[in-house]
């Protein structure tokens, strides 16, 4: 488990991060949403032990990053955004050399480099100098080198950052697998790869956390916008009735002579509950219309973050 407590991280007068606080549990991959500038590299740097945080601490599995280093970083496998390759090493090489490094004891070395070899699916290119590599060997030979010493956390800096489409899918593939062995902490600005990919979903603008859940949860304590369809036979006053005070409504013509109706509300936590199902349907035959479909379109992962990162930046002002 790690825990981050009031993080905070200054480069002059310039605050990169502010005061930040939240825990990562085992067995989960975690996403640090954020656009670029939101202090998402920084804060991995300052968990990793590469940055010294202004303020706060971090502890990895009991240890403090800042007191007890070594038995902190000891439990953390990094991939930074330019993953630390050697290019006149083979891949080989920069492993067993990585291992050391890592202290790897000496008997286990030569196994751990064939694992993380295999694991990677390297074996083709591990006796090639990795200036020869596609960007997505590359890639992958950083992953490898933060696999060595079976860390129990990986965390990972734009790990898909500059590579092609088929090369993203192997990465994301990948980074599902490592998920089952490892707790993950990936950094982003792509939306659908956090989607994808993580369990829980850390939204960060400006250096601060704008929320923290899965989208679902976020969309629900955030009462964010929800979209209702509704397929109705009735006429549109009638529909205007039942739905009165409900939301935003739009009508338009549908086939067979019915009325579309789209009713923009807030997702609501009240008595009928947090699906708008239930209080749209109970709201129609109260009124006796009748209704041949209702349906519901959450707030995409998309809206959530735009609408979180904006309030954060008119909250914070500009930097």
Known sequence: MIEVKHLTKLYGSHLAVDDLSFTVEEGQVYGFLGPNGAGKSTTMNMMTGYLAPSAGDVIVNGHSILTEPEAAKRTIGYLPEVPPLYPDMTVREYLTFAARLKKVPRREIKSSVAAVVEELALSEVEDRL???????????????????????????DEPTVGLDPRQI????????????????????????????????????????????GTPESIAESREAVTTVTILSPEEEKALRKALAGLGEIRFSPAEDGLLRCVLTMRASGGEEGTDPRRLITKALQEEGCDYFSVEVARASLEELFLSLTDETDEEGGSQ
């Open 130 to 156: 990795i200036r020869n590599l596609s960007k997505g060997y590359r890639q992958r030979t950083g992953f490898a080198q933060a696999l060595l010493g079976d860390p129990e956390t990986l965390i990972l």
């Open 169 to 212: 899918i192997e990465i994301r593939s990948l980074i599902k697998k490592l998920g089952k062995k490892h707790t993950v902490i990936l950094s982003s600005h792509i939306l659908s790869e956090v989607s994808e990919i993580c369990d829980t979903v850390l939204i960060m603008s400006e250096g601060r956390l704008a929320a923290c």
